[in-house]
């Protein structure tokens, strides 16, 4: 039988089966394919989307503007200052009118709760451009990306190392145990996964033939990892003292030369983006004043190495997010 995900809001992975994502990943790579070729596919002309961001982003936006106007859709963009939402207005009544207007809705700010009660009142498709709590359309990137490089995705040993409780490691545990990855969290104990999340994904896991570990132990954790992933430590608009200590408490789970020579020789390195591996931002000059460091998550020396795929990664955004859009929108 079929996949047939139209008129599907995209809002967490727990919402879908693996062979729903199989389907995702596969006409992610049918539109790159096309994309590369030149080959038009505006099967979507007439139709018109909007995007409601809280939280800025480069990647999320242009690959949302980008994959629209590629499948001929028209695009409008609101920022927190451009619309009533959850001020004069409620997330419902907003839901319900932009719902009257466009084909589609695209969120990204801070509660998983806004984008399901979106999706409630709606009436057409929403996808959660990142949460708190979930950022699925960064997982069938994900999943791409290690399926172009790797070959495959079942038996793939994944290693994510850092804030594991956060929306990317909530995320990437629930992708791999659909799919069959190994996950492996590589963490401080006080920032694994919330348990009930890792009771769920070990049911799945059984399904699919993956495990899940949770480990503070580096050495051990990222031996023959097949994929080392990893994320920003602290989020932007956070006091000092936030930063110190999650510094300090983070420091050991760095990827770094040494973690990379313990996984596998064919290994690569992934990051969602932006990453702090220089001080050529001005976060990463702010925090080396203040702390005297250089590099936070990873060392620049292995996110300009071989093994990085963060652009391809970066890239197979807008492929994926046109993937998830023409599914769920319908041609």
């Not at 702390?291 to 890239?315: H, L, P, Y």
């Amino acid at each position: 039988m079929g996949v047939n995900l139209r008129g599907r809001s995209f809002l967490k992975l727990l919402d879908f089966t693996p062979a729903e994502i199989r389907y995702l990943i596969d006409l992610s790579k049918n539109l790159k394919d096309l994309k590369r070729a030149g080959i038009k596919h505006d099967t979507l002309k007439g139709k018109n989307i909007v995007l409601l961001f809280e939280k800025t982003s480069t990647r999320t936006r242009c690959s949302f503007e980008v994959a629209a106007h590629d499948l001929g859709m028209g695009v409008t963009f609101l920022d927190p200052g451009s619309s009533q939402m959850g001020k004069k207005e409620s997330i419902a009544d907003t839901a319900r009118v932009l719902g009257r207007m466009y084909d589609g809705i695209e969120y990204r700010g801070f509660s998983q709760e806004l984008v399901e009660e979106l999706a409630q009142y709606a009436g057409v498709p929403v996808w959660n451009g990142l949460t708190d709590e979930y950022h699925p359309t960064q997982m069938i990137a994900d999943l791409l990306t290690i399926e172009e490089k790797l070959g495959r995705l079942k038996g793939v040993n994944f290693v994510y190392m850092g804030d594991a409780r956060n929306n990317m490691g909530n995320s990437l545990m629930v992708a791999c145990a659909k799919m069959g990855l190994n996950f492996t969290a590589c963490a401080p104990k006080e920032l694994f996964p919330a348990e009930d999340l890792v009771a769920k994904c070990k049911e799945i896991a059984k399904v699919s033939g993956a495990t899940i570990t949770l480990t503070e132990d580096v050495q051990a954790g990222t031996k023959n990892a097949d994929v080392i992933y990893t994320d920003v430590w602290v989020s932007m608009g956070e006091p000092d003292e936030v930063w110190e200590s999650r510094l300090k408490l983070l420091k050991p789970f760095q990827v770094n030369k040494a973690v990379m020579d313990n996984a596998n020789p064919e290994a690569i390195f992934m990051h969602c983006l932006p990453a702090f591996h220089d001080l050529k931002t001005e976060v990463g000059k702010t925090v080396g004043e203040k702390f005297g460091i250089t590099e936070i998550e990873v060392t620049d020396e292995v996110f300009e190495s071989k093994q990085s795929v963060v652009f391809d990664e970066a890239e197979n955004r807008m492929h994926t997010i046109k993937a998830i859009m023409l599914a769920t929108i319908g041609s």
